[in-house]
């Protein structure tokens, strides 16, 4: 069984160090290989040019900062599959945010450059040190249309997808089974409504012990994202998940099947999603409810059909014996 | 020079006034109490930077250390308050006090009493909400937002930090009126709107916004109020009322309030970039229609801080599309500003240097602004550390920087002495260092799900949280640095020349003496 709510970077105490440091040396190599191509082919030309006006004193300078620049565009490309962007998505939402997120970083990041690019070159070339006497222009009407118009035009090509995921992510109809999620402070509530394993009802704690909390213990892998009872839900399947609260707001948040919706009290409100993998996905209460609002984790199991069938068998006759005993007892 | 009176009859009209601490209690004059204003609002810097300095110390580790989730919470809450209501907000009051009667050619502000009387009510505020952290059951822990039900939950607390608010908003509205009648009335011969230093018109349009959402803000609280004590129900559903209706009339108040700290920023950087770039500011009127196109867009985006508490399709589209739309403006304003120093002849003072380092690193909380204004990220993001750190791009390397700019760039008018450049670029260039060392790898963090307002994490997230907590304890010690730099200019600060910044021409630079006398423009100059 995999766990994906965790990121790709397994840490077991003793392979924090371990993993940090074969991390770093991955990126390290790759920087390195990047930033040599990027300084051929862009870097190199512009500094020859520009170090011809301002001489050699300006290049360290110019390729200080040139290097700033280029370490800040790979360190946020850099996200892509590692402990520095959203956990591998599960679910056909959790994809299209994703990758929209990625495309629209580009995007920034095209900006970023192309900005700053000129602000640079403009402080190091527009300065009275170097003898540069100002120029006393102040409006250009079509600049200033033509830098409306574009970043319009740009702003467009971004809702579009984001339009259609809107709409894909509020489509709740035709699931194949009902959850619905009790906020509590502080654990979750789980019935499940409607679909196979209807009749199911448990709450869901944390299982962390408080000695780890305390320090007086080591911390285990799933520190605070572990609880007593995981909501079980089979693979393929699309599960709407009802949504409520019985005293303050809380939120129910898993970002590998990616959903997060308010808990609000005498309200409903629901979500969706399908997920693709089994596994093991982890979340957390998102809406700030009281003292222990960081101790109310969510963990959801996905499991293969047959496997759930026999999970809800259990659970069902498991429940069976203790409503038996519950009227014996009356 | 005409405009000012000479020094034995400027001395006659001094020579009534209480001294010592009387003259700041009943001082009606605009320099007084914009000085007042500022060493207040320094004051909540420092008392909410140590609340941060505590939330950053416990989440320096994994597990609990040294503040139980309790106190946490009171921390963050308190954090959020201070330096919102405390220390952004009437810092640029303060600066608005100073500069706007300087910079339109006034002798004073509209309602001098009324500014005496919006200024002594923050103190009182203050009291009681830092006071409210020893009343049984502690301070309010509910967020800055302080959402119901958890609101209603709350001890004695939360009823002080409701007071505090009605006279935190009542100081603001009696502000802006002020700030208002002055920018309308009292402008100097031939100095027509369109002939208005831009940090004047933000300032205007910030107070029309203040106008408009503080009453607001005042009702919510009321609501609050009798929820807790009188039996209503607005926000609970048991009796009819609705949570998720608190958060639509916070959201009215608190967007335009984001725009309440960040445009007179853009007021500030806007007198500093010309100056030090010896060039006019490129595209006056179009920054001034794009200030306004912020300031009517704002009032229609609050939706946008809500869409994980559910709404209808057709609304998350029109929040998504509207909030998106904020971004032409700002970016306007930064292709201006580029623009502006395109060709100029610079020179990089600390001001300068705070200004070019507010641009960038306000570029980037605006690019995780337009990330966040996208639905389905945003229900990813929304609550976690990716939040914190859009947010603190926008308002510590944003409004806090442009604040820096200005005390350094209006410091030599308002004492005639010179700050120490060298410890002033010390000051930017640690700044600058620690505050991305604390705020980058938010982001990372709220990418990678750590949710915002909890006290303790899980251990993928340590090394993150690590690096942030080193970076904040540097941030915080470097604005001491900032404390002394204004105190040994203040006191021993070498003498400043008449014209400390030649590329300077706003009135203030142009038409009085360095320092500025204690009343200035008594006859006003005429401007061409």
């Known amino acids: 069984m995999r766990d994906f709510g965790k990121g790709n970077v397994a840490i077991v105490n003793n392979d924090v160090v371990l993993t940090n440091r074969i991390l770093a040396d991955d990126l390290r190599n790759w920087l390195k290989r990047i930033s040599v191509q990027v300084c051929n082919v862009l870097v190199a030309p512009e500094i020859c040019k520009i170090s011809n006006h301002v001489g050699g004193n300006m290049r360290s300078k110019l390729v200080a900062t040139l290097a700033g620049v280029f370490t800040l565009a790979l360190y946020s490309s850099m996200a892509v599959g590692s402990k520095y962007n959203f956990p591998e998505p599960q679910s056909i939402i959790a994809r299209e945010t994703y990758d929209m997120h990625i495309w629209i970083m580009w995007i920034c990041l095209a900006i970023f450059v192309g900005v700053f690019g000129v602000m640079f070159y403009s402080i190091l070339k527009h300065r009275k040190s170097v003898g540069y006497k100002a120029a006393n222009f102040h409006h250009s009407t079509t600049v200033e249309i033509i830098w409306t118009v574009i970043p319009c035009i740009i702003l467009v090509v971004m809702a579009v997808p984001a339009t259609k995921t809107v709409i894909a992510m509020k489509d709740t109809s035709s699931s194949d089974m009902t959850i619905k999620a009790t906020g509590y402070q502080w654990m979750w509530g789980y019935d499940y409504l409607q679909g196979e394993g209807e009749g199911i009802s448990f709450f869901s704690k944390l299982s962390t012990p408080r000695a780890q909390i305390e320090n007086k213990a080591p911390k285990g892998e799933n520190y605070l994202l572990e609880v007593d009872n995981r909501v079980v839900v089979p693979v393929g399947k699309k599960v709407r998940v009802i949504i409520t609260a019985n005293d303050v707001l809380h939120a129910w948040w898993v970002p590998a099947l990616g959903v997060k919706q308010d808990a609000i009290p005498g309200f409903i409100r629901d979500t969706w999603f399908t997920a693709d993998k089994a596994g093991i996905y982890r979340g957390q209460c998102a809406e700030l409810c009281g003292k222990d609002h960081g101790y109310m984790p969510i963990v959801v199991e996905v499991m293969e059909a047959g496997e759930y069938t026999k999970w809800v068998a259990a659970q069902l006759s498991a429940s069976a014996i203790k409503t038996s005993m519950h009227i014996e007892n009356k | 020079m005409a405009a000012v009176h000479g020094d034995a009859h400027g001395h006659g009209h001094d020579?009534?006034?209480?001294?010592?601490?009387?003259?700041?209690?009943?001082?009606?004059?605009?320099?007084?109490?914009?000085?007042?204003?500022?060493?207040?609002?320094?004051?909540?810097?420092?008392?909410?930077?140590?609340?941060?300095?505590?939330?950053?110390?416990?989440?320096?580790?994994?597990?609990?250390?040294?503040?139980?989730?309790?106190?946490?919470?009171?921390?963050?809450?308190?954090?959020?308050?201070?330096?919102?209501?405390?220390a952004i907000m009437p810092a640029f009051v303060g600066f608005a006090n100073w500069q706007v009667p300087m910079m339109i050619g006034a002798p004073d502000m509209a309602f001098a009493r009324m500014n005496n009387w919006s200024f002594w009510l923050l103190p009182v505020a203050a009291t009681l909400l830092v006071g409210s952290f020893f009343v049984p059951g502690g301070a309010a822990a509910g967020g800055w937002t302080f959402y119901p039900p958890l609101s209603t939950q709350g001890g004695l607390g939360v009823d002080l930090m409701i007071f505090s608010v009605h006279i935190l908003g009542a100081s603001s509205i009696m502000g802006s009126i002020n700030i208002i009648t002055t920018i309308l009335n009292m402008r100097a011969p031939g100095m027509t709107m369109m002939k208005m230093?831009?940090?004047?018109?933000?300032?205007?349009?910030?107070?029309?916004?203040?106008?408009?959402?503080?009453?607001?803000?005042?009702?919510?609280?009321?609501?609050?109020?009798?929820?807790?004590?009188?039996?209503?129900?607005?926000?609970?559903?048991?009796g009819g009322g609705d949570p998720v209706m608190f958060q639509h009339i916070f959201w009215f108040f608190?967007?335009?309030?984001?725009?309440?700290?960040?445009?007179?920023?853009?007021?500030?950087?806007?007198?500093?970039?010309?100056?030090?770039?010896?060039?006019?500011?490129?595209?006056?009127?179009?920054?001034?229609?794009?200030?306004?196109?912020?300031?009517?867009?704002?009032?229609?985006?609050?939706?946008?801080?809500?869409?994980?508490?559910?709404?209808?399709?057709?609304?998350?589209?029109?929040?998504?599309?509207?909030?998106?739309?904020?971004?032409?403006?700002?970016?306007?304003?930064?292709?201006?500003?580029?623009?502006?120093?395109?060709?100029?002849?610079?020179?990089?003072?600390?001001?300068?240097?705070?200004?070019?380092?507010?641009?960038?690193?306000?570029?980037?909380?605006?690019?995780?602004?337009?990330?966040?204004?996208?639905?389905?990220?945003?229900?990813?993001?929304?609550?976690?550390?990716?939040?914190?750190?859009?947010?603190?791009?926008?308002?510590?390397?944003?409004?806090?920087?442009?604040?820096?700019?200005?005390?350094?760039?209006?410091?030599?008018?308002?004492?005639?002495?010179?700050?120490?450049?060298?410890?002033?670029?010390?000051?930017?260039?640690?700044?600058?260092?620690?505050?991305?060392?604390?705020?980058?790898?938010?982001h990372f963090l709220g990418l990678a799900g750590m949710p915002r307002r909890i006290p303790d994490y899980n251990l993928q997230f340590a090394d993150f949280n690590m690096i942030s907590s080193l970076g904040a304890f540097g941030f915080g010690l470097t604005q001491l640095l900032f404390l002394y730099i204004m105190i040994n200019c203040i006191r021993s600060g070498e003498k400043a020349p008449q014209m400390p910044w030649d590329g300077a021409t706003t009135l203030e630079w142009t038409h009085l003496p360095t320092p500025a006398p204690y009343h200035s423009f008594e006859n006003p100059p005429i401007v061409k």
């Open chain 2, 15 to 86: 020579d009534h006034h209480p001294s010592g601490i009387m003259r700041w209690v009943t001082t009606t004059n605009h320099k007084d109490i914009g000085t007042m204003y500022l060493w207040f609002s320094f004051a909540m810097f420092l008392v909410g930077g140590t609340l941060a300095m505590g939330i950053r110390a416990e989440l320096y580790q994994p597990g609990i250390q040294i503040l139980e989730p309790e106190l946490f919470n009171q921390f963050t809450t308190l954090h959020g308050l201070i330096m919102v209501f405390g």
């Open chain 2, 254 to 442: 608190g967007h335009p309030e984001v725009y309440i700290m960040i445009l007179p920023s853009f007021g500030i950087v806007s007198e500093v970039i010309p100056t030090f770039s010896r060039k006019p500011l490129f595209g006056y009127s179009s920054m001034v229609y794009a200030t306004a196109s912020i300031a009517i867009l704002s009032c229609v985006v609050w939706a946008h801080h809500m869409f994980t508490a559910g709404m209808p399709t057709v609304g998350q589209l029109f929040f998504m599309y509207a909030t998106m739309l904020i971004a032409v403006p700002t970016g306007v304003k930064v292709f201006n500003w580029t623009a502006t120093m395109w060709r100029g002849s610079m020179t990089f003072e600390t001001p300068m240097l705070f200004a070019i380092g507010f641009i960038f690193l306000f570029v980037i909380g605006g690019f995780s602004g337009v990330i966040c204004a996208i639905v389905p990220i945003d229900i990813q993001v929304q609550d976690t550390y990716y939040v914190i750190a859009h947010f603190h791009y926008v308002l510590v390397s944003g409004s806090l920087f442009a604040l820096f700019a200005g005390a350094y760039y209006w410091i030599p008018k308002w004492t005639g002495r010179m700050y120490n450049e060298t410890l002033g670029k010390w000051h930017f260039w640690l700044s600058m260092f620690f505050f991305n060392l604390t705020f980058f790898v938010q």
């Open chain 2, 197 to 238: 230093p831009l940090f004047v018109w933000t300032w205007l349009i910030t107070a029309y916004l203040l106008v408009l959402v503080m009453p607001v803000l005042a009702g919510v609280v009321t609501m609050l109020l009798t929820d807790r004590h009188f039996g209503t129900s607005f926000f609970n559903a048991a």
